[in-house]
């Protein structure tokens, strides 16, 4: 894994063998890029794209989201603003 703070990308090679029936292998090499987000930006997103925030969650039991509690992960109740046609 190859990480830049400054762009928040995270690029990432994936090694891998598919084996058919009669042993044949096939050698694999996939290559991906992840960008991190934050709260703010996921937020931000939602806003200029007419979604609005009905909650945040910390976890799957929908306890409230806590920035020092430092969740693994966030859960977001959103709605559009307008109906997508």
Do not use: Q, W
């Not at 806003?47 to 020092?68: A, C, F």
Request: aromatic share 18%; proline share 1%; hydrophobic share 30%.
């Amino acid at each position: 894994m190859d990480y830049d703070s400054a762009s928040r990308k995270c690029k990432f090679t994936i090694f891998y063998e598919l084996i058919d029936t009669k042993g044949k292998v096939e050698k694999h090499i996939f290559y991906y890029t992840l960008r991190y987000l934050y709260t703010d930006d996921i937020e931000f997103l939602m806003r200029l794209t007419g979604y609005t925030l009905n909650g945040k969650y910390g976890n799957y039991n929908l306890s409230p989201y806590n920035i020092d509690e430092k969740n693994e992960r966030v859960i977001y109740d959103i709605s559009c603003l307008e109906e997508i046609k």
